[in-house]
Nanobody
Framework: QVQLVESGGGLVQAGGSLRLSCAAS????????MGWYRQAPGKQRESVAA???????NYADSVKGRFTISRDNAKNTVYLQMNSLKPEDTAVYYC????????????WGQGTQVTVSS
């Protein structure tokens, strides 16, 4: 079994920064894709950013130039550095990882609230 623990959410003023972390533990041989999603009230969950095992990244157009995704393979951890935050970034942020262990599994974090005040 694999567990994901997220941290780093909170309340910040517009223009501020936050850094989210998501640490995976359990039966892990390796981790393929790692990503961050978000869900605002009344909206569908959307992809924010993702990073492959080789370090290739992609971002939603709405966060390009403001957010940076990175990973520490030794710690099985993915990060999301969020700068120049806007009120429309307010959402619950979830990490998602594809783990190679006994098999290949896709796992979600518990979610962390990010609130950006204007």
């Amino acid at each position: 079994q694999v567990q994901l623990v997220e941290s780093g959410g909170g309340l910040v003023q517009a223009g501020g920064s936050l850094r989210l972390s998501c640490a995976a533990s359990g039966r892990i041989f390796s981790i393929n894709r790692m990503g961050w999603y978000r869900q605002a009230p009344g909206k569908q969950r959307e992809s924010v950013a993702a990073i492959t095992s080789g370090g290739t990244t992609n971002y939603a157009d709405s966060v390009k130039g403001r957010f940076t995704i990175s990973r520490d393979n030794a710690k099985n951890t993915v990060y999301l550095q969020m700068n120049s935050l806007k009120p429309e970034d307010t959402a619950v942020y979830y990490c998602n990882v594809e783990v190679v262990g006994a098999g290949v599994g896709n796992y979600w974090g518990q979610g962390t609230q990010v609130t950006v005040s204007s």
